[in-house]
């Protein structure tokens, strides 16, 4: 709200103009009180939006502009009203090692049991470069498909590392990094066998072990946030759901363009 004075109708009502029919209105006067409309209209209450239209309408004797004015205001404000929708942020890029090879690598199922399939997103330099997709299984686990990944991201660093290139491996499976960096050792000196029952899916975790320990002096592995707007882990995830789509049994490298937003854009796992 806002008083009345002086120097606000100087600013709604030039010296050599009349005051108009709507600014009128807007000061809570009858159009026939035009005479001493000042005095009355001193150390009167307004709201900043008739405030905002007494000035608006300086100077216009035509009525039907005056009625286009306030009516132009009046959607404006609500507009103004309605929610905006809110720009989606921009992906984030997880921090390195400052390796020179970062894998991203994520596995999904939908539903779980159900249709599985794994990504994984190669940076080069911190650069994106390549996306991977596959090991399609129509009865498939979130768990298989997450090892899956993992283990092709090993290949991957193995075929890096043989080139003198430093490698980091990101994986949004705690279950996956715990087979091979930590269980696996106790399953392994137990004979492959654990308290409680079997260890299920061991025919890739004894295949991801084994790589991993080759080559672990030379690979940093490490857990990521799934789903917290990482843009290495998202297109992973992208890539799972292209695996699915795809029914591609084979690991393979995505052969079409490369557009981050449109791939963040597909059915995500």
């Known amino acids: 709200m806002q008083i009345v004075t002086e120097a606000l109708l100087d600013l709604g009502v030039d010296s050599d103009k009349e005051i108009n029919k709507s600014q009128l209105l807007l000061l809570d006067m009858k159009a026939e009180q035009t005479e001493h409309w000042r005095e009355e209209a001193l150390g009167k209450s307004l709201s900043d939006a008739r405030v905002e239209l007494f000035v608006l309408l300086n100077g216009m004797d035509d009525v039907s502009l005056q009625e286009k004015v306030i009516a132009n205001y009046k959607a404006l404000q609500k507009f103004r009203k309605k929610p905006q929708p809110k720009a989606k942020p921009k992906p984030i890029i997880a921090p390195s090692i400052h390796a020179k090879v970062t894998l991203y690598c994520d596995g999904g199922c939908t539903p779980n049991p159900g249709k599985a399939g794994s990504g994984v997103a190669l940076y080069r330099d911190e650069c994106l470069e390549s996306l991977w997709y596959g090991l399609y299984e129509p ?41 091979i960096k930590t269980w696996a050792i106790s399953w392994e000196k137990k004979g492959w066998t654990k308290k409680g029952g079997e260890i299920k899916n061991l025919d890739i975790i004894k295949q991801a072990y084994a790589l991993y320990t080759r080559i672990k002096k030379e690979v940093n592995l490490s857990h990521i946030k799934a789903h917290a707007g990482f843009e290495g882990n998202e297109l992973a995830d992208r890539m799972t759901m292209y695996a699915i789509a795809q029914q591609s049994k084979a690991f393979v490298c995505y052969d079409k363009e490369i557009d981050v937003l449109t791939i963040l854009a597909m059915r995500a796992g």
């Open 139 to 179: 009865m498939g686990t979130n768990n298989t498909a997450e090892l899956g990944a993992l283990y092709q991201s090993l290949l991957l660093a193995q075929e890096e590392i043989q080139q003198g290139n430093s490698v980091e491996i990101k994986c949004d499976s705690m279950y996956s990094i715990n087979c």
